[in-house]
């Protein structure tokens, strides 16, 4: 593919990966480039997130309960967006992958969110550092479902190369996708 007809998937995919191949300490033999490319857009979505819930609730003096659900559902279904199309190129069928994608943010939220959230905090922890440990839980739970679960498809569903003509050959072998690695990659030694 020429520079000029690179697209954002692709730019996306070789940042995260020339990123990765230069980690300090053999963290580039275990760290992803999906599992960068996730923290990259969920640390962006979760930003979005809190923004959102201080402009519905902060600023505009909505409830509490409709200015989560608001904040989270956006940032939620922008981290989808931004998940199937840069991070893990994904192919599958939407309707399908957002099915399985809702079945895991009400798991993360019951589970995760309130349930590790609270739980610590009944327990007697600060509730910012409960929600903070949740949402530790909660980064794991959303990259392993996302890549294994939502996304799953992205190893037999990458699109063919083109060959050197120009066009797109079905025989080609499929493109390596920044999901090919698994969570954590194999030593090599």
Known sequence: MSRTGATGATRFT????????????????????SLLGFAVINGCTFSLDLGLLTVFHGVLHWPVPV?????????????????RTLNFRSHGLVGRQVTIYAA??????????????SGLAALGLEYQLARLAAGLCEAVWMYVAMRFLV??????????????A???SPASPAPASPADDDLVRPDPR
């Open 67 to 83: 200015s989560i659900t608001l904040s989270y559902g956006t940032a939620t279904s922008i981290s989808y967006v931004l998940n």
């Open 104 to 117: 895991v943010v009400v798991v993360n939220y019951l589970a995760l969110i309130l349930g590790v959230g």
């Open 166 to 168: 120009g066009q797109a």
């Open 14 to 33: 070789a940042a995260t990966t020339a990123v990765v191949r230069h980690l300090p300490f053999g963290l580039s033999r275990i760290i992803a480039p």
């Open 151 to 164: 996304f799953r498809d992205s190893r037999s569903q990458a699109p063919p190369s083109p060959d050197p």
